[in-house]
């Protein structure tokens, strides 16, 4: 049987990595997301599930504020412990600058509620702006 060629040994070597760097990620994100979803004062699930667009929009603007970071920091790391800790440290900055923005943009969380998408635009907005920026200061 021939030798594989350097290029398939290195896939076959890195590829099983990547896929655990990708679950570590992955499940800092779904744990933070589910922080999230605990720590605010409405039940964004709930009202998905009752049709609420404005709630979906939020959610997702938050997930995808999140994993922006998360994706820089994965980028940045070497070792799940990189992953791990640089993950960790970006989800704590990012739920601390989304509960700011939430206090600075008062009221938005009920009208969220209350199913307003100019609210949940906004408030999308203002999270991927501050995901951007906190991605950019993890690159250094």
């Known amino acids: 049987m021939p030798t594989p060629s350097p290029e398939i040994q290195a896939f076959a070597t890195g590829f099983p990595i990547t896929l655990l760097h990708i679950a570590v990620t992955m499940l800092i994100l779904l744990g933070a997301g589910a922080l999230y979803i605990?720590?605010?004062?409405?039940?964004?699930?709930?009202?998905?599930?009752?049709?609420?667009?404005?709630?979906?929009?939020?959610?997702?603007?938050?997930?995808?504020?999140?994993?922006?970071?998360?994706?820089?920091?994965?980028?940045?790391?070497?070792?799940?412990?990189?992953?791990?800790?640089?993950?960790?440290?970006?989800?704590?900055?990012?739920?601390?600058v989304f509960r700011l923005v939430d206090v600075m943009l008062h009221g938005l969380p009920k009208r969220i509620q209350d199913g307003e998408m100019a609210a949940a635009a906004m408030l999308v907005g203002a999270k991927l702006s501050t995901a951007v920026i906190v991605a950019a200061a993890v690159t250094g």
């Open 38 to 96: 605990l720590l605010t004062p409405h039940k964004e699930i709930t009202l998905i599930r009752e049709g609420n667009a404005a709630a979906a929009v939020s959610l997702g603007g938050v997930m995808l504020g999140l994993s922006i970071p998360l994706a820089v920091s994965l980028q940045a790391s070497t070792n799940l412990i990189e992953i791990g800790l640089w993950g960790a440290a970006t989800v704590v900055v990012q739920l601390l």
